[in-house]
């Protein structure tokens, strides 16, 4: 069983549709959790940070986090063609100490 | 405010050579971490220096090292190259405030061992 587990995709979803992309990870003691977007030859970027349960909000993206369940998610609202890359979810802080483990990443393509 | 640059943007080594890759961060911010990026394995996490002491190491052999600066510039150091180290190897600076959190990556250094 992969530490962080993500869909690989693509997934792919009409313009303006929400956009939902799910991360499992293994480690029940992880603290904090991120999700990056990376476009193809570029460098990811840091597009939210969450440590506590529930959800986290910032513009059209939204971060839920499920400890119990050790699933985070991540929804993009009124999904955009530019929104089209791939996401990487990330855990740290677990029995392993703060090093971030990555998942492998889902590529979302959002069709105009 | 200057993005986190990286040097050199390319490199090609031999076999054997070492390699040391250098990252400047985003003023203020005082952590630095490391990650390599390959078609296979993804992204990995490398260390993490905070204050010139190294804070988290991930999991690579000894052979990967890294330092940093009272200026927060850090670099990292891979002796012996193996093929296997051809690989994106990325670096970002990062601060936390409070509650909020933030990490911007650095344009990467593109790196060939033949």
């Known amino acids: 069983q992969k530490e962080v587990e993500q869909n690989s995709g693509p997934l792919s979803v009409p313009e303006g549709a929400i956009a939902s992309l799910n991360c499992t990870y293994s480690d029940r003691g992880s603290q904090s959790f991120f999700w990056y977007r990376q476009y193809s030859g570029k460098s990811p970027e840091l597009i939210m940070f969450i440590y506590s349960n529930g959800d986290k909000e910032d513009g059209r993206f939204t971060a839920q986090l499920n400890k119990a369940s050790q699933y985070v998610s991540l929804l993009i609202r009124d999904s955009q063609p530019s929104d089209s890359a791939t996401y990487l979810c990330?855990?740290?802080?677990?029995?392993?100490?703060?090093?971030?483990?990555f998942g492998a990443g889902t590529r979302l393509f959002v069709k105009a | 405010k200057a993005g986190v640059t990286q040097t050199p943007r390319y490199l090609i080594k031999t076999r054997g050579q070492q390699v040391t890759l250098s990252c400047s961060p985003i003023s203020g911010h005082r952590s630095v971490s490391w990650y390599q990026q390959t078609p296979g394995q993804g992204l990995q996490f490398l260390f993490e220096?905070?204050?010139?002491?190294?804070?988290n190491k991930g999991n690579f052999p000894g052979r990967f090292s890294g330092r940093q600066f009272s200026n927060s510039r850090s670099e990292m150091n891979v002796s012996t190259l193996e093929l296997g180290d051809s690989a994106l190897y990325l670096c970002?600076?990062?601060?936390?405030?409070?509650?909020?959190?933030?990490?911007?990556f650095g344009p990467g250094t593109r790196l060939t061992v033949t």
């Open positions: 990330a855990v740290n802080g677990g029995t392993g100490g703060f090093k971030t483990i």
């Open positions: 220096y905070f204050s010139e002491t190294q804070r």
């Open positions: 970002a600076s990062s601060r936390s405030a409070g509650l909020s959190y933030e990490q911007y």
